[in-house]
């Protein structure tokens, strides 16, 4: 049978210990199966540089001419016989973003526009001394974090990459109004922001279109966009993305946040869009309840848009309420679980029917490591490993500071 398959190394924690590498050469034939043997001399070399071997942390290692599932055991503790068996496939080369591919164009389109609701803002500036109007499509990200702002570069095919004086931050950007128009704003037409993003949007579409307008001259273009950007957001401000909700968005509060049996908000809040969404602003938490004991939990905070927290509680089936918080004189929103079923629920959401984690940057890696460790006895029984697990992830996402 055709197809491509990942190579997987089945297992757990290898954040606390070293990993083996196993190196596979992947032989290229055309619509063949092979059958490869590991040499078992050469497994042993590798495997006795350790004193132990623990669980190994499955790998999904991708190639664009193969790919490899391998079986193999947990827990390693002598030399094994390894049998690999590749699947080649040159006419279909899976990528690490598959659904990027052509033919599911859009579910990348609705993920961009949920990681630009989460940390992406389009802005207009004025150079009222050079009568000049610029606009930006920018999204920021952790210096941690880069890989993703390349992938969308590589995929829309546009903009650059600009990194902070520190280092610390990196984004993306898109300054050229040709670009924006034929290539940026066609997305977010089709798939509207879900957050008050698109009230900021709408500001900066309407001072596009005024400074494409050859009617206008240059100081009365300005005139008439600093009006636009002067428009302040109304309060309890939804996005028109909503608009199609088959029920009344004004029963929609905090002290009502159960929607109908027959609510539509999946087709408003799509799996892709909220994959982006969490890309950018969830969190994948180990939280400390007391002394002996560690849980997981996933959090997701906004200063506003309370019906967009209401609506994802009630799609990941979150029992626990939306609550609203102030440190010092800010409000902000705040939904979180810790709730065993509804973690199990999360994990099963984001992780697709081919057994592929649908994050695309490093809350890749972050879910996969709590996700894996959820229904691990070890961890359940020694908190301490969990706490240890997660100042490493810390150590990790705040390395890049560290050098400086």
Known sequence: EKGCFKMVFDAGTTLNYSLILLIIYLL???????????????LTVIISKWNKIYEVIRFNIIS??????????????????????????NNKLKRNLSYLKNKNIEYFYRWLVGFTDGDGTFNVYINDKDKKISFTYKITQSVYNEQILYKIKKFLGVGRIVYSSNKYYVSYILTDTKHINNIIMPIFNKYPLLTNKYFNY????????????????????IEMIKDILNRELPNNYISPGFNVYN????????????????????????????????????????????????????NLTQKLDVILLISIKNILGIKTSVLCRKIKNNYYHKLETTNSSTIEFIINYFISNNDNILFIGKKNFEFKVWSRTFNKLKYKKNSLLLLELRDRINLIKNRHKNKN
């Open 247 to 298: 029920g009344n968005l004004s029963n929609i509060t905090l002290n009502n946040q159960i929607l109908p049996d027959n609510h539509n908000m999946n087709e408003i809040i799509t799996k892709y869009w909220l994959i982006g969404f969490i890309e950018a602003d969830g969190s994948f938490l180990y939280i400390k309840k007391n002394s002996k004991r560690v849980v997981h939990a996933f």
């Open 28 to 42: 290229n034939y055309s619509h063949k199966l092979l059958l490869l043997t590991v040499n078992k001399d050469l």
């Open 64 to 89: 664009l001419s193969a790919g490899v599932i391998c079986y193999t055991l947990q827990r390693l503790n002598t030399p094994k016989y390894n049998k690999l068996k590749i699947f080649i496939n």
């Open 202 to 221: 709408l500001k900066f579409k309407e001072s596009l279109l005024i400074q494409t307008n050859n009617n206008f001259s240059q100081v009365i273009k």
